[in-house]
């Protein structure tokens, strides 16, 4: 037995580079997991200065050079920010407000609506699973008011950090931008000159997170903003809202459109009842689903994501759970990195036989 394990041992983790490379890898996790909240602005400028890399490119392209095409782009990202901040937000801050106000007047038809279901299915349902259902419903507006207030109290904390937000970002926007191969080399520095297989996994890494971003970005504007149009042609109430909800949902692959068809189907049918126009509009939710899915999807990421559907949802589930947002945001290039170094992990082909043998 021994013996067979000193041969594992051997096998997977005589190469020092690549114990060099489980240690940073294990060392990063650990100071995402303990400071994620802290490190947050940053990786938020991170996640930006990725995206607008893409921009940097096409502006050097066209003989602009370094600095000048860090400013310009930095002024156009500074542009669209404002305009997210002072035109955008305060519309979806109200539509949001009055869907919170309107939200116990949906739970109640909600409601209405299970209780008459023991009467067409009492095969399938029964009055003590309705109740059951009731209560947990009142339960859960319960929580939702209880966390209304609890953000209203705490709203000057929240001020505080949208501020530290608007202005730190920004900043380290510029930095990463003007400084990006510059920092790239200082972190380099205190690795060996021989770093063959760290390169490697590096190359791929970084250009798959950096074409991931940017596909990711642009999923949810495309889909949100079909959304949006769709919305507001059929008269949905709460349009920008509820599209919002559904360009952020492809962030969570397959939960996500799960969770965010609950408040369409509720605010359609609050709206309309069971009518034409309830169906119509999921009819075109699916449609909007299905073309993400099965044309949008395929044609953004074909070449950054080759995971199993399985594996996908695994790592939301794991790397949501241990780093929040930024986990679910992550999970795919985490993955994507994990299979990365699983395929290039330094194994022995062939193996002394041990003593004895």
Known sequence: MLNVVRRWIDRYFSDEEALLLLLLIASILLVIVTLGQVLAPFLTAVVL???????????KRRGLGHLGSTLVVFLLFVGVFLALLFVIMPAIWQQTTQFFYEL?????????????????????????????????????LAKMGQLAVSFSISGITGVMAVLIYCVLVPILVFFLLKDSDAIIRWCTSFLPQQRQLLNSVWAEMDEQIANYIRGKVVE??????????A????GVN???????????SVLIPYIGAAVITIPIALVGYVQWGWSNDFIYLMVVYGIIQAL?????VPLLFSEVVSLHPVAIIVAVLV??????????????????????VLSAWPSGDTLEPAEGE
């Open 238 to 248: 709460y349009a920008a809202l509820l599209a919002i909800g559904v360009g952020l």
């Open 292 to 296: 993400d899915g099965n044309v949008l």
């Open 231 to 234: 919305f507001v042609i059929m």
């Open 220 to 229: 949810i504007v495309i889909v949100g903003g079909v959304t949006y149009i």
């Open 104 to 140: 116990p007047k949906m739970a109640s038809k909600g409601q209405a609506l299970l209780m008459l279901l023991p009467q067409k299915y009492p095969d399938l349902v029964t009055d003590a699973q309705v109740q059951h259902w009731t209560q947990q419903i009142g339960d859960e």
């Open 319 to 340: 790397f949501g759970g241990l780093w929040g947002f930024w986990g679910v945001f992550f999970a795919i290039p985490l993955a994507t990195l994990f299979k990365a």
């Open 49 to 59: 200065a990725y995206l607008l890399q893409g921009g940097m490119n096409y502006c």
